[in-house]
């Protein structure tokens, strides 16, 4: 055992794999409850695509939490997971025939529509079914968040939701409509947000717009503000739970509920990031003219954030006490963006060490490919080794 991790257990497993502390999750779960159970009438939806193996999807939805889904495969993985249809939403700029109709077969609570020739596709599948669609619009409410410019999703110039200029012509059209009933608003403004200031404008942004239907004599049945809560991938050890005091405090005191009218948060990194590790193994230290590298069996088709949103992750070597070097710690990927971390300070390292690459769970597992005809990482629970 070095720090959180079961080394002699993970001797015996083929790496690269990762790893989820499921004690972490079940108290990041139960710090979310918490904060919200206080709230009458808020809800938070998991995000299925932060990550959806299928044994934290069981602990997801054992400690209440909804899904918020993107495509038809993660309806499917939700289901089989045990959530109930009437607590998954279903977003995405381009739901296909099928998503939209395993959808209406699932009688799931919402659809989230991002346009208007969508929700007449929807309209029409719904009809043919002799159902009505639950839709809850959503807008691009133009507010900035600071984070990456590739997970930055609400500006006007992103291509996600519809214009708030058109918010109102939208509904109105919706109303029209006989298999579809407008019960909501959606929002979601980016990812890996740590600014409150950014879910603030939010909430003053939903609260201008609520005025503005009020004067048009609409009103809807639930808010929806996304996700996007980010998590300290610089010390996961010592803030392993991101601030929810913080968020949900942010929501209780800006946004502006009218009454009846329920929250909802669909987060997804916030929930799993902390609670995963990329374990590789080292296989050569490689001394070159001006710096050593540690050459590990994990590359980008096992972790792709570093080498797609030049993303930071810690790393640890968890087989080592000796006194620290200094590495770059590369993947064996023939492209230069396989490295995972430059001119870091590990313990000593040699061949056959285990690393840690900590904060994985979000965005980790679910992101990986079998580039180069390499198999996909396995991910292990601590419940199981
Ligand atoms: C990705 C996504 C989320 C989750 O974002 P996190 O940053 O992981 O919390 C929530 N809602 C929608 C619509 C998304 O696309």
Request: aromatic share 8%; charged share 25%.
């Amino acid at each position: 055992m070095k720090g959180i991790f079961p080394v002699d257990r993970f001797q015996t497993l083929r790496t690269p794999f990762y790893y989820y502390d499921t004690e972490l999750l079940r108290q990041t779960l139960h710090a979310i409850n918490a904060e919200t159970s206080r709230h009458e009438g808020w809800n938070v939806h998991y995000a299925v695509k932060a990550n959806a193996n299928p044994k934290l999807l069981t602990i997801i939805r054992e400690a209440g939490l909804g899904a918020d889904c993107v495509s038809g495969g993660e309806i499917e993985a939700s289901i089989r997971a045990g959530f109930p249809g009437s607590k998954i939403v279903f977003a995405g700029v381009g739901k296909a025939d099928w998503e939209i109709n395993l959808g209406l077969d699932r009688d799931i609570f919402c659809f989230n529509v991002e346009s208007i020739p969508e929700l007449e596709i929807i309209n029409e599948l719904a009809a043919a079914k002799g159902k009505v669609a639950r839709v809850a619009f959503r807008l691009n409410p133009n507010v900035g968040a600071h984070t990456h410019a590739n997970i930055t999703t609400g500006l006007a110039e992103n291509k996600f939701g519809i214009a708030m200029r058109d918010m109102v012509p939208v509904i109105e059209h919706a109303n029209q409509l006989k298999n579809v009933h407008v019960v909501g608003l959606h929002f979601h403004i980016g990812s890996q947000i740590l600014d409150m200031g950014d879910f603030q404008a939010l909430c003053n942004r939903i609260n201008e717009l609520q005025d503005e239907l009020e004067l048009h004599r609409i009103r809807v049945e639930h808010i929806n503000v996304g996700g996007g809560l980010g998590v300290d991938y610089e010390h996961p050890n010592r803030v392993p739970l991101p601030d929810f005091k913080a968020y949900f405090e942010t929501y209780a005191k800006k946004l502006k509920l009218r009454p009846g009218q329920t929250l909802h948060f669909e987060l997804g990194r916030a929930v799993v990031a902390q609670c995963g590790s990329l374990i590789t193994r080292t296989l050569y230290i490689k001394k070159g003219a001006v710096k050593q590298f540690a050459i590990v069996d994990a590359g980008f088709p096992d972790l792709i954030r570093p080498a797609l949103y030049q993303a930071y992750h810690k790393i640890e070597n968890i087989c080592s006490n000796e006194p620290k070097e200094t590495y770059d710690v590369v993947g064996p990927i023939c492209e230069s963006t396989d490295v995972f971390a430059k001119q870091i300070d590990l313990d000593a390292t040699k061949r056959g060490d285990l690393l840690a690459i900590r904060s994985a769970g979000a965005y980790g597992e679910i992101m990986a490919s079998g580039y180069n005809c390499r198999q996909l990482p396995i991910g292990y629970t601590s419940d199981e080794l």
